[in-house]
């Protein structure tokens, strides 16, 4: 049995986390942040709450120079805002499409002391606007905003131990998942088939949900990775992918296994096997002060070693926590220096052959040492089904 994190945070984990990001705030001249979308809001607050699946109502959080953050909020919201450290907490009767939240925000912003006359927002990768964009441009008019995203990034780049402790979690569920997964698997089923038995046995194990499991299969290799499961039903001498991004308490895994079924041809054989040592290389070079395009170069050194014809993803993995997908990006040009307390994903692939594929994906933290495995590694041979 693994140890559970417990849920949540501490005050002081709250704490350290605004009063960083008002230091960062004084850096980049701004006199507040203003957040909308559902990672930045917990991150300041607490609030975590399925109900960012309705997209009617906006709800918003502001960060001041100086003390604890500000929520503005509909109304439906509030005793779950009340049970978070925020005390200042603006409520309106949402959804009210003339003025939905718009009067409270302005209200807000008149009391903050314009020391730069300038609020930050995020505006870059994995960033979004969650509120209706005709409001935005109202604030617009009304306010100079500048982007926030590298200093959010900053941010949550350094995961806390507790942050890494549910991560470590879910990714140990999905090992005992992916480990257990040849009992079940059966060829002359679907893709969908398969892996909704996983998704069923991810959940009873502990998971909090698996909002992504992806999966694709074909004779000797697969050709998408982003589309599945499907209805195709495989067949002896398939090769199966599963991609899964399950939660606890709000924190991602995001791993892969691959499966044969029937034994896998010599060509898929040898794939594997490079691509294994692709992911060998990029933890090897995995340490502080490497950076995410050293971590490239180390994988595609052995990926072309092996004849890849390519790899059309665009990155071999990406920063990991409160969503499945987190930048830095591991690419050629990134650049970004590793610092103890980072979660990422490595993830080498390679094409084959035309309309062939095989990709690995393991989940590690940086630490003062150099790595450590979050997920359990993959076996250094791919299981064979039946």
Known sequence: MHEVPPRGFTLREFEQRTARAQ???????????????????RYFSGFHSQFWESPTRPW???VPPEGSPIAVIPEIGIAGMQATWVDDIRTWPAPQPDDDGMTLLSQLFAEIPKRHGRIGTPMGHESHLRMPMADFL?????HEFVDAAPLIRTLRDIKSAEEIAKIHYICQLASDTFEALPESLKAGETERQNCRRMTVDLLQRGADSVPYLIAGSGPGGYESIIMG???????TGDILIIDTGATYDGYFCDFDRNYAFGGPCNAAKRAYDIVYQATDAGFQAARPGATTTDLWAAMAAVLQAGGSMGNDVGRMGHFLGMQLTEGPSITPVDKTT????????????????????MVHEENIVITNDGAQYLSRRAPGEMPVIG
Do not use: C, H, W, Y
């Open 229 to 235: 499961p499907t209805e195709r039903v495989i067949e």
């Open 23 to 41: 230091r960062l705030m004084a850096d980049l001249r701004v006199d507040a942040l203003f957040l909308s979308t559902e990672p930045e809001v």
């Open 60 to 62: 918003f959080l502001v």
């Open 138 to 142: 109202k604030l617009q008019n009304a």
């Open 338 to 357: 590793l610092e103890a307390g980072m979660v990422l994903t490595l993830e080498p692939g390679m094409t084959m052959a035309t309309g062939k594929q």
